[in-house]
């Protein structure tokens, strides 16, 4: 079965760089979300997108925008890069944004900061 | 927020020992999902599991939604179980949406 698709795998950046994170759901899947996980830490949630409009937002960083697209991928736009922003970033997806639907993760995209 | 409470937080086991991991919730949900996230990182979905219970190979999950807690047992347990398992159920923000909040996880170690 087709799972979530996250590009890059591994991203090295310096301080004050920008990066760009990839996201393509399962297909069908129409809701995307994005969690942030530092080291020894259990997942954040940052932001979330139903039918390529932005649901919510968790506790994202102003220098961090995404967007959901037409084809219901989504980018995560990280300015200004910070050494705190070292972390794995997980993109998930369901169908449908409601509490009775399971939530399926990709494989992270692990993010260095130097 | 709903809060989510897992426990215990580490556990070290013989290869071939029985286990249960339990996870508290503070609210009612219609969501409950269990993952395991192995040592490159990688988040699995072990199972979605908002009542009842469900078993998948070695491993089974209980859910008893009335009194706000969730098992995960895991048997016969090999050094591949190994890593940190996690909890989470859905928050809704009031914004339309229901993102997951995560306990703290179990930190498996199964040694040969």
């Known amino acids: 079965a087709a799972g979530v698709i996250q590009s890059p795998r591994h991203l090295i950046k310096e301080k004050r760089e920008t990066a760009t994170l990839k996201c393509y759901p399962i297909p069908r899947h129409d809701t995307v979300y994005w969690y942030q996980q530092g080291p020894g830490q259990d997942p954040q949630f940052l932001i979330s997108?139903?039918?390529?409009?932005?649901?919510d937002k968790g506790s994202i960083p102003d220098r961090f925008s995404a967007q959901q697209f037409s084809d219901y991928h989504s980018e995560l736009n990280m300015s200004s890069l910070e050494l705190g922003d070292s972390a794995l970033y997980f993109c998930a997806s369901s169908l449908g944004d409601r509490d009775r639907v399971e939530q399926y993760f990709g494989p992270g995209t692990r993010l260095t900061v130097t | 927020g709903i809060q989510v409470e897992q426990s215990p937080p580490d556990l070290i086991l013989q290869e071939g020992a029985n286990s249960t991991l339990r996870c508290n919730f503070s609210?009612?949900?219609?969501?409950l999902q269990w993952f395991h996230q192995n040592p490159w990182g990688q988040l699995i979905n072990l199972f979605y599991?908002?009542?009842g219970t469900k078993q998948n190979g070695r491993l089974s999950a209980t859910t008893v939604a009335t009194e706000r807690y969730s098992l995960l047992y895991i048997s016969s347990s090999q050094t591949t179980d190994s890593g940190v398992y996690f909890c989470?159920?859905?928050?809704?923000?009031?914004?339309?949406?229901?993102?997951?909040?995560f306990g703290k996880g179990t930190k498996l170690s199964v040694i040969p």
């Open positions: 989470a159920a859905p928050a809704y923000s009031g914004a339309g949406s229901y993102q997951l909040t």
């Open positions: 599991i908002p009542s």
């Open positions: 609210d009612s949900v219609n969501n």
């Open positions: 997108f139903y039918e390529k409009m932005q649901s």
